[in-house]
């Protein structure tokens, strides 16, 4: 680990702070595009190699859509514990902590990342999965990172538009927990970040 990756992390808190602040949730989501397509094309902690950042279009994003923002409340579920294994970081706790229920793809679940320190975890693997998006899914919070929208007490801000590619997408370096059956659905989330062609 070194201090470059710390100032990656520095600035997609502050890109989420910004998103948060905007006037309205659209031009939040262009600021955050914008902020993580020039992290990918020019810092050194980018998953892209570095023959790719050179020619690096931007990454590919469905175009915004306001119905698929929502403001929800965490609903209690039975307590559940699952220890994700990875490649390099070895096995990661979750906890879950509640469901939420997301307009037409429905209820999925809510975790708290286990380990010091902690942090909410929202992975989604959607119907898009393996075609238009990465086959193990996307995130959608992921607070130890700073992927945090907002909310309240008993509420998140979840926002579709919003939903990324964990860095192993880009490159194997990278070890990622990936969305657990409470986070898969068969119903194709048409929004945020899509895989780029790869020529």
Known sequence: ????????????????????????????????????????????????????????????????????????????????????????????????????????????????IGGYGGGVFLPLRDGTAGQGTYGGGRYLLDSIKGADLGGSVERLVVDLNFAYHPSCTYDPRWSCPLAPEGNRVDVPVVAGEQLPERG
């Not at 659209?26 to 955050?32: A, D, F, N, V």
């Not at 923002?69 to 699952?82: I, K, N, W, Y």
């Open 1 to 112: 680990m070194t201090l470059t990756l710390l100032d990656w992390r520095r600035r997609v808190v502050a890109l989420y702070a910004a998103a948060r602040s905007a006037a309205d949730p659209e031009s939040g989501w262009r600021t955050w595009r914008d902020g993580r397509d020039e992290l990918f094309a020019g810092h050194p902690e980018s998953p892209l190699p570095p023959a790719e950042r050179e020619r690096f279009p931007g990454l590919p994003f469905a175009p915004y859509d306001a119905a698929l923002r929502f403001e929800v409340p965490v609903t209690s579920a039975a307590p559940r514990r699952l220890e994700l294994p990875t490649e390099t970081d070895g096995v990661v706790p979750l906890h879950r902590i509640g469901t939420i229920t997301l307009g037409p793809i429905g209820a999925v679940d809510v975790w708290w």
